[in-house]
């Protein structure tokens, strides 16, 4: 299989206010949210991240986004270095966050035709794309409705749609249905499925561990900034579950009673 990613050593700090020292009942003038994170992926496989709140999940799906910048270490998108030639990794990529939040005062159609022009699609692939998409989507029929005024699911799934404008080969979601109510969570999950079967290569930040079991081809797992274990979902997990693997790995990562 053809390498589709690389992250090679990525780390990332944060100075912390007092407020947050406070918070975090901490003297350490610094959070060190990412530290010396490696791992592979490849093209057409759907590779999971699992890890707690806090973990360091999001920060390195915004590395590997291009949104914030590694303090050290680098990552290759489709042999383009994240660090050195982000604007290549841009066009390949779709990038889905939860925290996505779209222009209150815009409609769908104009914020799915917004991001068309950016991505320099034609008018007529634009419309043929936003066909399928806002139909998959059910967003058609609030295609006209402000942002402001649609439900948290039906922003989420609009998100979706403008995530993906471009048809990127290369898609990253960050806790895509966390938040989400149930049926729009299956809405989201069964669209992963058909990427999959597009031989899309995916890229998976979660804590739901059946969505990561059932779609994933490889998992790795994040705890305190650190990558503690990373393979093959089922030569990771063996006989049992992942559930059960990542607290055993948890529980003597941390040392914590669970």
Do not use: W
């Not at 959070?31 to 490849?42: E, H, I």
């Not at 917004?114 to 139909?135: V, W």
């Not at 990427?195 to 994933?216: A, D, M, P, R, V």
């Amino acid at each position: 299989m053809r390498e589709i990613l690389d992250v090679q050593n990525l780390t990332k700090t944060f100075k912390l206010s007092k407020k947050q020292q406070q918070l975090k009942k901490t003297n350490a003038t610094v959070l060190t949210a990412v530290d010396n994170v490696s791992f592979k992926s490849y093209e057409g496989e759907v590779f999971g991240l699992l890890g707690p709140n806090g973990a360091g999940k999001t920060t390195t799906m915004r590395m590997i986004a291009t949104l914030i910048n590694p303090v050290s270490g680098d990552a290759t998108v489709d042999g383009f270095s994240i660090t050195k030639q982000p604007q290549e990794v841009r066009k390949r990529i779709g990038f889905l966050t939860n925290e996505l939040k779209l222009d209150d005062f815009f409609t769908p159609n104009y914020m799915f035709d917004f991001f068309a022009n950016l991505h320099g699609l034609d008018k007529s692939t634009a419309d043929a794309r936003k066909k399928i998409l806002f139909e998959t989507f059910g967003v058609d029929e609030f295609a006209e409705v402000k942002i402001a005024n649609l439900s948290q699911g039906m922003k989420q799934k609009t998100a979706l749609a403008v995530s993906i404008v471009h048809d990127p080969n290369i898609i990253i979601f960050d806790e895509p249905t966390n938040g989400l109510d149930v049926i729009t969570a299956k809405v989201v999950t069964d669209f992963l499925i058909s990427l999959k079967k597009q031989g899309k290569s995916i890229i998976l930040s979660t804590h739901i561990f059946h969505l990561l079991e059932n779609l994933c081809d490889r998992v790795g797992i994040i705890i305190n900034g650190k990558l503690v274990a990373c393979d093959e979902t089922q030569n990771l997990i063996g006989e049992t579950t992942l559930e059960d693997y990542f607290f055993k790995i948890y529980k003597e990562t941390t040392q914590e009673v669970i």
